[in-house]
């Protein structure tokens, strides 16, 4: 799942030019479904703003039935979008879970109807900063209201009322999308009928805050970010956003996978070169990993995402207990952790395993080992994908679904 190493060369730069052109475009005309919500209908967020205009832009794959009872939402990760197992219109690179969902495959769209949204503060079609704001023909830039899990949620709601879907089959997702199953669950235990959060937690850790604060400071140190005010003065402040990326790259990977993949290999040389050109590989492919970023994201979204997952704290609002958030709960629930995951670690997946059972709530719960850090929802990890087939599987039969018939 990871590019090549090495940073592209000199020929590249048109398209690169092409993938910002691109990328600026789906803004505000995303090659995805849209819709558009009027100021007469406005979403209310935490921050006290009633939000409107709204627009949610999205993605579907296989049909939805008679009854609309296989529907199967996705909540992308932080830095994902809408595009799960599609061509992406900027990267042209495949769906970023495109072994997860398809058909066939453990999400398997013969028998769901799977929606994915961009999330609300996001970049590619959604209400975000980069949005223009009627009020005064320009993008919001930080005039945007701060939005948090919950808002991202309510407006995912607000989709499927509009699609006239009541419930789901079931919410999934990793990371920050996990963020988003748990507060479905939470706020909305009624339309979640099973729910698999995978590698993620209940609240975000002071450790993740300071990595993030990292990041957002790379990006405003930037002399291009021009207070967020980037895109209305011609700038880009790609440097700070690349360096913002390169961080947090470092914590969806673990210390085996990265020795294993990179050790002390020099890129392209037999000796080091006594300056601070990237000498070695896993300097080079951070490196392409920030200027390949900058290309299909907006940095003053990537303020806001983050900051929305810092201010995630799901047994806040239930008086500090996290068992109390799923009290009478009937949705069915499997937790996945991955052992080698420090950013998210399995004790933070324990925890709402815990609560769960507390609250007694239906729970399985699977940890994954494997090497591969963080990232490992992402990849090629045959017991994930064994462990969301059968429980789907099982959900499925439970919610009277009809059986797949395989195809000879």
Known sequence: MTPDIGAPGQNAMETETDI???????????????????????????CGVDFAPLTVAYQTYGTLNEDRSNVILVAHALTGDQHVANEHPVTGKPGWWDLMVGPGKPIDTNRYFVICTNVLGGCLGTSGPASIDPATGEPYGLNFPVVTIPDMVRAQAKLLDHLGIETLFCAIGGSMGGM??????????ERVFSAIPIATAARHTSQN?????????AVMADPDWRGGRYLLEGANPTKGLAVARMA???????????????GRNLQDRKEITFGFDADFQIESYLRYQGMTFVDRFDANAYL????????????????????????????RFCIVSFTSDWL????????????????????SFVEIDTDRGHDA????????????????????????????????
């Open 20 to 46: 910002r052109s691109t990328a600026s475009r789906q803004i505000e005309a995303p090659d995805s479904q849209v819709a558009r919500f009027g100021p007469d209908d406005p979403l209310r967020l935490d």
């Open 180 to 189: 988003q199953v748990l507060q479905w669950a939470a706020s909305y235990p």
């Open 209 to 217: 805050i300071a990595f993030h604060e990292v990041g957002r400071q």
């Open 248 to 262: 947090a790259h470092i914590t969806y990977l673990s210390d085996e996978a990265l020795h294993r993949k990179f």
């Open 304 to 331: 806001y995402v983050t900051r929305a997952m810092d201010y995630f704290d799901l047994a806040a609002d239930f008086d500090g207990q996290l068992a109390n958030a799923f009290l009478g709960t009937s949705t």
């Open 344 to 363: 998210f670690p399995t004790a933070g997946n324990r925890q709402v395993v815990h609560a769960l059972n507390a609250a007694g709530a239906r729970v």
């Open 377 to 408: 929802f992402l990849l090629d990890e045959p017991e994930l994908f064994a462990a969301v087939r059968g429980f789907l599987d099982s959900a499925a039969q439970a919610r009277g679904l009809p059986a797949l018939v395989p195809v000879r």
